[in-house]
């Protein structure tokens, strides 16, 4: 069974940065594509960023560039996600996903699993 489990979250100050780590379990880690998605109060799940199954292509939505960095680990099967010059806007519940297969998607239905998600808050 699919396992994820997020970890990195808390409360920073504006500028600051956080590194979040997905554990995964359960599954043939090296096969899939993973993302990392956030919902904020009221809001839609948004794709933050997603990686290709073998790292060799990633995706950032816009407000993200230059900002956030994923990442991942095969051996561990650990996905990540650097995050700095954080802003209040990227408060959220951020969760990671497997894809359904190599090449990731950039829709939520095609993630069919997540993880329970962690906080993040940035605020002064």
């Known amino acids: 069974q699919d396992r994820l489990v997020e970890s990195g979250g808390g409360l920073v100050q504006p500028g600051g940065s956080l590194r979040l780590s997905c554990a995964a379990s359960?599954?043939?880690?090296?096969?899939?594509?993973m993302g990392w998605f956030r919902r904020a109060p009221g809001k839609a799940s948004e794709l933050v960023a997603a990686?290709?199954?073998?790292?060799?292509?990633?995706y950032y939505t816009d407000s993200v560039k230059g900002r956030f960095t994923i990442a991942r680990d095969n051996d561990l099967n650990t996905l990540y996600l650097e995050m700095k010059d954080l802003k209040p806007e990227y408060t959220a519940l951020y969760s990671c996903?497997?894809?359904?297969?190599?090449?990731?998607?950039?829709?939520?239905?095609?993630?069919?699993?997540w993880g329970q998600g962690t906080q993040v808050t940035v605020t002064s």
């Open positions: 996903a497997k894809g359904q297969g190599p090449l990731f998607s950039l829709t939520p239905p095609s993630y069919p699993a």
């Open positions: 359960g599954f043939n880690f090296d096969l899939y594509s």
């Open positions: 990686i290709t199954s073998n790292a060799d292509n990633s």
